[in-house]
């Protein structure tokens, strides 16, 4: 199993650009999110997905959409890139809420808007 | 929305002794699920350890174990004979309710340094 894989590792954009962060898990796991990383902040939640066509915001989801067409991807949408968007990047998955089952991670797309 | 606070920005520790990293959470819940987290320097997160709150006993994995305090909301991460391999940036985390347990809450995160 390659279990959570991200793609790109780092991306560049020039402020007012678009683009898709793509995330795909080969585990079958129903629930998936994205998180966003800053400097002293934590991981905070920005969308996420409890099933193929079932999508909900996060605590911060302003200037991202999401859609969840399969069960193995979900891609995070930035339609008009803003400074403020320049963070690290992580998607997750599991197998199933109130449970044990942790959360498992990808490794990250590292994101800078200049 | 709960509320997991780490207090501790930074902690140092030499090689070899106990170290604690203190952890308090915020919830009305009385059902829900605490874990802990470690982020090397490579930024790649790492699950460490997971505490029920109806777990009667304190969990435990290889040298992490959970001081947990349900009384104090406290969630405790004991790593004993700390190994410079621990130097990271370590996270506490709870399940989220608003998302029906599919997302978790994260504190602020304490970074660890090990030295020799």
């Known amino acids: 199993n390659a279990g959570v894989t991200q793609t790109p590792k780092f991306q560049v954009l020039k402020t007012g650009q678009s683009m898709t962060l793509q995330c795909a898990q080969d585990?079958?796991?129903?629930?998936m999110s994205w998180y966003r990383q800053d400097p002293g902040m934590g991981l905070r939640l920005i969308h996420y997905s409890v099933g193929a066509g079932i999508t909900d915001q996060g605590e911060v989801p302003n200037g991202y959409n999401v859609s969840r067409s399969t069960t193995e991807d979900f891609p995070l949408r930035l339609l008009s890139a803003a400074p403020s968007q320049t963070s690290v990047y992580f998607c997750?998955?599991?197998?199933?809420?109130?449970?044990?089952?942790?959360?498992?991670f990808g490794p990250g797309t590292r994101l800078t808007v200049t | 929305a709960q509320k997991i606070t780490q207090t501790q920005p930074g902690m140092f520790v030499q090689e070899k002794e106990a170290v604690t990293l203190d952890c308090t959470y915020d919830t009305s819940d009385p059902s829900y699920g605490l874990f802990w987290y470690k982020q090397p320097s490579s930024g790649e997160m790492i699950f460490l350890i997971y505490q029920g709150s109806y777990d009667q006993q304190n969990a435990t994995e290889g040298r992490y174990s959970l001081n947990f305090q349900k009384a104090r909301k406290s969630a405790n991460l004991v790593i004993s004979a700390s190994q410079l391999g621990d130097s990271a940036m370590y996270f506490c985390?709870?399940?989220?309710?608003?998302?029906?347990?599919?997302?978790?809450?994260f504190g602020k995160g304490t970074m660890l340094l090990v030295s020799p």
């Open positions: 997750a998955s599991s197998y199933s809420p109130g449970s044990s089952y942790e959360q498992y």
């Open positions: 985390a709870m399940r989220e309710p608003d998302s029906g347990y599919s997302t978790l809450t």
């Open positions: 585990m079958n796991h129903e629930y």
